[in-house]
């Protein structure tokens, strides 16, 4: 006789067999999760795992939001696409889309291009129970912690460079946030990137794979199992270290927990450009900008240059840059990572 639930009541269930039959998820997490919406910001490695665990467990509503588009480079580590996704220029949430709405028909996949600021995070925070981070930049950190904070949603941060990263599960008004662990970001250039130390796509699994089963407590009604502790993994020297929350000190004392301060989500700090990890690109944003029409930006480059188009992005190679143009004028200059000459190339083919 078969011990394992029953879904006779409920075919949505049969899918889902195996990971009911572990107890504290049970039938009752299930119908949790399936009723559940998560954001995840960011599908590129990170993203990417989150988003194809979080699938295949039946989150029942995943908004992924990403404004980046694929490269070659990319599949070294970021498990959801092809070299068919690559060649046809495709967004990275649209190819996410694509392949997980084949890989769970049941649940809801909601695509988004657009890079994450002050202006939208609101908006695309409404409604969900759960936020991953699946960025790779201090600046939409402390955002994302911001508005977290903000709106009262759980969150998980994840970082990895190298063959290390970290995992950090904030409660808001239960646990220390991001802001009372690293009071600032970083300086420019004191950090690692991708350029500098590389990165192994192992670290990425296990980094995304933890951060995926603490966003399942907490969408399953388990938020007390949640991890306490900032966790620090090292797969290249075999090291596991987990840092205490309370050894940080008191929240009383944070701007953010306590002062009820969100200089990120009021947009008094951080800013609208960014030099892109291991792509040698600076990417320029425009809140706030009219649309663009891609038809007639590609008829204008081919003047000047190769041009390539789809129905989200126009690409074009001129001299020694690609610059590709989203259709709320949003760009990633490629070929440098001097912000100044990025804008330069923006304000002499596409236009101020």
């Known amino acids: 006789m078969s011990n394992e639930p029953s879904t006779n009541a409920d075919p949505r269930l049969a899918r889902y067999v195996r990971q009911m039959r572990y107890a504290p998820i049970g039938k009752q997490g299930q119908e949790k999760l399936l009723a559940s919406r998560a954001l995840i910001v960011g599908c590129g490695a990170l993203g990417s795992v989150l988003a194809n665990t979080l699938a295949r467990a039946g989150v029942g509503h995943l908004r992924i939001v990403d404004r980046d588009f694929l490269e070659l480079n990319n599949l070294q580590r970021q498990v959801l696409y092809d070299e068919e996704d690559v060649a046809a220029g495709l967004p990275k949430a649209i190819a996410a889309k694509n392949r997980l709405d084949k890989i ?21 925070m409404g409604g969900v129970d759960c936020l991953v981070d ?14 977290a904070l903000k709106f009262k949603v ?8 190298g063959a290390e990263g970290q995992v950090l599960t ?10 009372c662990l690293m009071p600032e970001p970083p300086p420019p250039g004191t950090t690692p990137t991708c350029d500098s130390a590389g990165i192994l796509g192992t670290i990425i699994g296990v980094v995304a794979s933890i951060q995926a089963n603490e966003a399942l407590k907490i969408l399953s009604g388990h938020s007390e199992a949640t991890s306490r502790t900032w966790n620090v993994i090292d797969l290249w020297d075999n090291q596991l270290r987990q840092i205490k929350l309370d050894s940080f000190g008191d929240r009383s004392s944070c701007p953010t927990c306590s002062g009820r301060e969100f200089p990120w989500l009021e947009a008094k700090r951080g800013s609208h450009t960014a030099v892109l990890c291991g792509r040698n690109s600076v990417q320029l944003s425009f809140p706030g900008r009219e649309p663009i029409s891609l038809d007639q930006l590609a008829d204008k480059l081919a003047a000047v240059g190769s041009v390539t188009k789809n129905r989200y992005l126009v690409r074009a190679a ?6 590709t143009v989203f259709p709320d004028g949003r760009a990633v200059i490629g ?9 330069t190339v923006y304000a002499k083919y596409v236009g101020n």
């Open 170 to 179: 904030i409660l808001p008004g239960q646990t220390p946030c991001l802001r």
């Open 335 to 343: 070929g440098t990572e001097d912000v100044a000459e990025a804008r």
């Open 104 to 124: 769970n028909s049941q649940i809801e996949i909601e695509a988004i291009v657009a890079d994450v600021d002050a202006a939208n995070i609101s908006r695309l």
């Open 154 to 161: 759980p969150w998980v941060y994840g970082g990895c460079i």
């Open 134 to 147: 699946g960025t790779d930049n201090f600046e939409t950190r402390f955002l994302l912690n911001d508005a």
């Open 318 to 323: 001129i001299d020694k840059f690609q610059v």
